[in-house]
């Protein structure tokens, strides 16, 4: 009997061995973004867009034969909470964060991902700071605020020639840099800038902007900022009266600024790059989001992409030690939803563009 005992607790031991072996074959990465607050429609692009991507890589047997687990972290586009759920992700164990959306977020959060070797791929941050700070782990797969900025800039001197411009930012690292890069890009091509105003996010009442902008006859309204207060802009501006020409970045490309806006935002346009839905390598991605009711819209596949990227990067690395990632990413090109792609020495997508997409009738279309 006494040995009959011992032979079980020995298979139990090995039993128990085998499910702890199965257990830890497993890689923890994450996706980080506003899960809640003002911004949080863009955080469900980056959490739709990175489960899918798990879903995906799980089912054609993960990486290396480990199988990915995705947590979820919520830092609402504050760069304290942003810090806190950066450290959170470190003390599970990930090796990989696809995020943050907001650039105030991303910076900070990225300094301690690379205190603790793990790699940071933004799907969404385009403050050129991100990647100009020297860090080896910060990568995006989104272009950056700089380069959108030369196009915005570029087409307001083009188009609007003696018209009177207006350039508002809402104080944050991705709508004041890209306010400024889109005002240096339009004053260094003998542009004038009539007014230059910094709004605060979050705050419902615009008039004395909107008081502002109709005193000095501005007729096109360029703003950096996010969905939520060019939403709110459009709308005062239209109930005043006004009907200048609104004009802003990336941060508008979200159903929630129709819904926020009304009509009012009715021929509103913005930069964002050419729509990765149309690519032929998202075509099957798109149509399995379409299949459960999702519009794999905004940042949704670049947050898918920037999972591709890592799961590529670690297969080739057979790791996913930070240094063996980087040495890959910096040498291979990926093949991914968004075409393929190449980092530079930075970790900066090589040769993106920017285009313009305006609203019409609810929906936003390539120009």
Not at 48 to 65: H, L, P, Q
Not at 115 to 124: H, W
Not at 222 to 236: C, D, F, K, V
Not at 328 to 352: C, M, S, W, Y
Request: aromatic share 8%; hydrophobic share 40%.
């Amino acid at each position: 009997m006494l040995r009959t005992k011992v032979v079980t607790s020995t298979i139990a031991g090995a039993v128990l061995s085998l499910l702890a072996g199965a257990a830890s074959a497993e890689i923890t990465i994450a996706v980080v973004g506003p899960m809640t607050g003002q911004n949080a429609a863009f955080g469900e692009q980056l959490r739709r867009g990175a489960e899918a991507a798990v879903a995906d890589i799980n089912a054609a047997g993960g990486i290396n034969g480990e199988q990915l687990v995705l947590e979820v972290g919520d830092d609402a586009c504050d760069p304290k909470q942003a810090v806190s759920v950066a450290n959170q992700m470190a003390n599970k164990g990930a090796v990989f964060v696809a995020g943050h959306y907001c650039s105030g977020s991303s910076i900070p959060a990225s300094d301690v991902y690379n205190e603790a070797g793990i790699l940071q791929i933004s799907p969404a941050s385009t403050n050129p700071d991100f990647t100009e700070r020297g860090l080896p782990n910060t990568f995006r797969t989104c272009s950056r605020d700089d380069k959108q900025g030369d196009i915005a800039g570029n087409y307001l001197l083009k188009n609007y020639p003696g018209k009177r411009i207006a350039f508002v930012h809402d104080k944050s690292a991705y709508g004041k840099g890209l306010a400024d890069a889109t005002r240096a890009t339009y004053l260094a091509g003998g542009g004038n800038v009539e007014v230059y105003e910094a709004i605060t996010a979050g705050e419902r009442d615009y008039s004395t902007l909107v008081s502002k902008l109709k005193a000095q006859k501005i007729d096109v309204l360029y703003y950096g900022g996010y969905h939520s207060e060019s939403g709110m802009l459009a709308r005062q501006l239209r109930q005043a009266g006004l009907s200048m020409q609104l004009i802003s970045g990336d941060a508008t490309v979200t159903q929630e600024f129709w819904s926020i806006s009304g009509d009012a935002g009715e021929g509103t346009m913005m930069t964002f790059p050419p729509d990765p839905r149309n690519n032929p390598e998202a075509a099957p991605v798109v149509a399995s989001f379409k299949e459960q009711g999702v519009d794999p819209e905004g940042y949704t596949l670049y947050t898918y992409a920037a999972v591709q990227v890592f799961a590529q990067a670690a297969a080739k690395a057979q790791s996913t030690a930070l240094e063996d990632l980087t040495a890959v990413l910096h040498q291979d090109a990926f093949n991914t939803v968004l075409g393929e792609i190449r980092f530079d020495e930075k970790g900066d997508v090589v040769g993106p563009t920017y285009v313009f997409y305006k609203w019409r009738a609810g929906s936003y279309s390539q120009m």
